[in-house]
């Protein structure tokens, strides 16, 4: 008698099964997740905490908040950002003051840890929102944040 | 001839390697197994196709920057992790947290313990052959993950805590996306009973397989759901509390029939657990800061520190020995899945192969975590 329960049992649990799986099929326009990602390019937007890439934001006066002070650098744990600077004269006060001349990001090593963002004293950097880094040559994914010519805005100290 | 037909149809031990590249490992986990016919006679794991060296690359790195190499070890459940460290700094530079900061650690805590259980489930369900409770899982666990990336930034290697607090606050809009989370999972679950749980093929593959008793489950010191899954009660939040779950009360789900189905069932009853702690915390998250001022350059005390939480997976350790400097003289994990992955050849000998990956998959293995 156990023979044909088990039977009974078993077929009745498949299509229980079976039922939720057609509760689906029927609906299956309800509580879609999936996003077509190349067709909705377009309208896709990432949230805005999204860590994407390390960028160095710069205005319209082709001027920048980053005052070399190589917080970043420190903070980093695996060395993807690198900063070539100099001493320039302070045209105020005349003393010699830091400046940059490189603010070199490796994108290809950056683990997206966000330390060096919250290491930064006048957020000169932020987080983009860009998220398809694939690139053709391996030297692409080694940026120079800071555009060419581009200064520090006046009056920002760390 | 002495030929008998029993000698003519003899069968002999043979060797096969399952891995390292083979998917129902989930990662590159290499078995070697001494098979006779369909029987296993032996299983030896072979570690070391994702070692990177996490424990000596710490010893490199400041308090702050070890965090986020945490997130690399059991990224399901990164989260934990990340807590792990930033406790054992915390005690060993006896600072106080805020109880927004221990309340928030709590609920980012539990919703990843669902997270990474949906994906279990899922892939559970896939190793025994059901390819559609991945599809489930997958999606049910998107929506955590759209939480942790609106909160956090990632989705998956959040580095969220850091020593001292959290690194950003919540957002207004965080209670109410959990609650609306919790909503739509409360009625997922039961279709999970219903779709595998209850399933005749399923229930006669897990059940009375791959056996581990409590007294096993003690000697091979795994914790987590494979513990609780043969009856040995080792839930770190509830016999060493942390962060919040001092205050909580929660039940330890805990089943004694030490078999695959087991410890399904422990871990399908600890996503429930999950929703009752985050219903339970998520309305009254206290006002305050979210984090705490630390110096720039964390120094530990001289002396030795450990520190322990329950990650998705088990207990997992830090042993930090300090000489006072600004990076840790050694420093260690206990992963939970090292231990868990040691008591595999004592569920399986005996079994068949198929069994192998039903019962891989019970122990819920992360190969990063084993390999560090």
Known sequence: MSYFSDIYNGVKTLLQGMGVTGKYFIHARKEIITQEYPDNKDTLKMFDRFRGEVVMPHDELNEHRCTGCQKCEIACPNGSIEIIWDRGIDEETGKKKKKIDKHIYHLGMCTMCGLCIEACPTDAIVWSQKFNHATLERSELTKILNKPGSVVKKGIED | ?372
């Open chain 2, 1 to 372: 001839m002495t030929n008998t037909i029993s000698d003519r149809f003899k069968t002999e031990e043979y060797f096969i390697n399952m891995g390292p590249q083979h998917p129902a490992t989930h990662g590159v986990l290499r078995l070697i197994l001494t098979i006779d016919g369909e029987i296993i006679k032996n299983v030896e794991p072979d570690l070391g196709y994702i070692h990177r060296s996490i424990e000596k690359m710490s010893e490199r790195d400041s308090y702050q920057q070890i965090v986020h190499l945490t997130d690399r070890m059991d990224y399901l459940s990164a989260h934990m992790n990340n807590e792990a460290v930033c406790l054992l700094v915390e005690n060993a530079l006896e600072m106080e947290m805020p109880e927004r900061v221990k309340v928030i650690r709590t609920i980012m805590a539990e919703l990843t313990r669902i997270a990474s259980h949906l994906l279990w489930w899922g892939v559970m369900g896939m190793d025994v052959g059901a390819l559609t409770t991945f599809m489930y899982g997958f999606r049910d666990r998107e929506l955590i993950n759209d939480i942790f990336e609106e909160t956090c930034g990632a989705r998956l290697t959040m580095n969220y805590n850091i020593p001292g607090g959290l690194m950003f606050d919540i957002l207004p809009n965080f209670q109410q996306r959990v609650k609306d989370f919790l909503t739509h999972f409360k009625t997922k679950l039961p279709e999970y009973d219903t779709l595998l749980t209850n399933n005749v093929i399923f229930q006669k593959r897990t059940k009375g397989v791959g056996y581990l008793s409590m007294e096993d489950a003690i000697s091979f010191g795994t914790s987590g759901p494979v513990g609780r899954g043969s009856g040995y009660s080792c839930d770190v939040r509830k016999h060493h509390p942390y962060s919040a779950y001092t205050n909580i009360d929660f039940k330890e789900v805990i089943r004694t029939e030490g078999d695959t189905l087991a410890r399904y069932e422990v871990r399908i009853q600890e996503m429930w657990e999950s929703i009752a702690i985050i219903e339970n915390l998520i309305d009254n998250i206290p006002e305050g800061d979210f984090k705490v001022a630390t110096k720039a350059v964390i120094k530990l005390p001289k002396g030795e520190f450990y520190q322990k939480v329950e990650t998705a997976r088990g207990e997992l350790g830090v042993f930090v020995v300090s000489t006072g400097t600004k990076n840790p003289y050694r420093i260690k994990f206990r992963s939970p899945g090292f231990s868990n992955l040691s008591a595999l050849n004592k569920m399986i000998v005996g079994g068949k192969i198929g069994d192998l990956v039903a019962v891989t998959s019970t122990l819920d293995l992360v190969i990063p975590d084993i390999d560090r």
